[in-house]
């Protein structure tokens, strides 16, 4: 009897495990290639997650499994980061002095007309600190709500707000002034 | 709402996480301020780019199947790796090989230590003027009958004089802790020591060695092992290992 359980067990649980968290693997691997700008360390990390994801696969009960699977993406990312010290994790833009400034939206200069240029954008958004970058990526493309991505990155709601609207203002300049010195 | 509290409410208008009245009050500044309708125009432009499929980096195609993989190596593998099914024959296994490398290692210095016995007792042996003969013989039928009621086994005793060994005469002696018996050969006056006892196991086929510049051969036939030394050379000594392995 005893064989039989842990015959049958594992397979059950990868078997729900796949059908739960498998889908979500393009979203884990885009995340994680915007955080580590890195397409073997990208790998590595969605890898070793889906790994402890598995491991700690009976502690979720239920919800939203994909912010669940983000939630390991981060914390295994922001650990390759730690040991990768060469890294900046430190942003040159500090929380403290986010007041938005609203003259940069008012200035015609920076207004974008033109269709935007997607490589352009691209590297507008790799240029971002890491804090801009990963608030952007999980709203604009996993289109999670501010209380989401409070959660995930255990900020304040606040602070994924004002972080939001300094990472685009920030590209909308990037974008602005690119175009711009092309002409 | 005025300007700069429209542009401050603007990024939550967008993700739709403004409540409805100031969701109301701000879409009715943005049909009045163009500045901040351009504001809100331009962050619409920017979140439909930022929504581009193309955007997105892509896994490589083989990534899905390697991560399914190491997961299945997990679930099995993993688990499997460690339990105690699989230490059983490995703890055999290891247990195995620590019993026949000790067997081995035990042989061969037992080996060893009696071909140093040897060497002692044929080196004692010629010691004497005469040698050390119990029973100085050149017929088998004396020498042979002579160990009957000294040893628990009888030694194969033939003359090969014949062939250019003559047989000299038979000894007892004590080799590996039990009596054994010795034959005495002579080749052109070198004489040769053959001792002989009972072996447990298998034939083993003849091996030579060199223990203190003296030639010594080791073979086991028909329940019984053989241990030549002499300084005769080498071939010659083989030669007579050929005609004693005839028997």
């Known amino acids: 009897m005893f064989t039989k359980r842990s015959q049958l067990e594992p397979k059950n649980k990868l078997a729900s495990f796949e059908a739960a968290i498998l889908p979500h693997l393009s979203s884990a691997y885009n995340y994680a290639r915007f955080l580590l700008q890195n397409e073997s360390d990208a790998e590595d990390v969605v890898q070793e997650s889906y790994l402890r994801a598995f491991k700690y696969f009976r502690g979720f009960h239920g919800g939203d499994s994909r912010a669940w699977l983000l939630t390991i993406v981060r914390n295994t990312s922001y650990n390759l980061l730690q040991q990768n010290r060469s890294r900046q994790l430190v942003d040159s833009i500090d929380d403290s002095t986010e007041v938005l400034d609203t003259s940069e939206y008012s200035n015609p200069e920076t207004v974008l007309r033109q269709r935007i240029d997607e490589d352009l954008l691209k590297q507008a958004i790799e240029e971002l600190p890491i804090n801009f970058r990963e608030v952007l990526i999980l709203r604009e493309m996993e289109e999670l709500s501010y209380k989401e991505i409070g959660t995930l990155c255990d900020l304040p709601i606040g602070t994924v707000m004002s972080r939001l609207a300094r990472a685009r203002a920030r590209l909308q300049d990037k974008l602005a002034g690119k175009i711009n010195q092309e002409i | ?234 071939a010659e000594l083989q030669q007579l290992e050929g005609e004693l392995e005839k028997q």
């Open chain 2, 1 to 234: 709402m005025n300007c700069e509290e429209t542009q401050s409410q603007l990024h939550p208008y967008s993700d739709g996480e403004l409540d409805l009245m100031k969701s109301l009050e701000l879409e009715h500044h943005l049909r009045e301020c163009a500045t901040c309708s351009q504001a809100h125009d331009d962050l619409t432009t920017l979140r439909k780019a930022l929504r581009s499929d193309s955007l997105r980096f892509r896994p490589n195609p083989d990534f899905e199947a390697r991560v399914k993989s190491a997961l299945r190596r997990e679930a099995n593998g993993g688990r499997q790796w460690f339990s105690w099914t699989w230490l059983i024959p490995l703890f055999s296994a290891a247990l195995l090989l620590i019993v026949f490398s000790g067997y081995l290692l035990t042989r061969s210095s037992g080996d060893d230590l009696v071909a140093r016995e040897i060497v002692s007792s044929h080196v004692r042996s010629l010691m004497t003027p005469n040698h050390t003969i119990d029973v100085p013989s050149e017929d088998p039928h004396t020498v042979k009958p002579w160990f009957d009621g000294k040893l628990d086994f009888s030694p194969p005793v033939r003359d090969f004089t014949a062939q250019g060994f003559a047989l000299i005469g038979g000894r007892l002696d004590y080799i590996a802790n039990r009596p054994v018996a010795a034959l005495i050969y002579e080749r052109r006056k070198h004489p040769i020591n053959v001792f002989i006892w009972p072996a447990a196991g298998g034939d083993t086929k003849a091996v030579a060695q060199v223990q203190q510049g003296y030639n010594v051969i080791h073979w086991t036939k028909s329940g019984m092992t053989f241990w030549a030394i002499s300084d005769l050379n080498l």
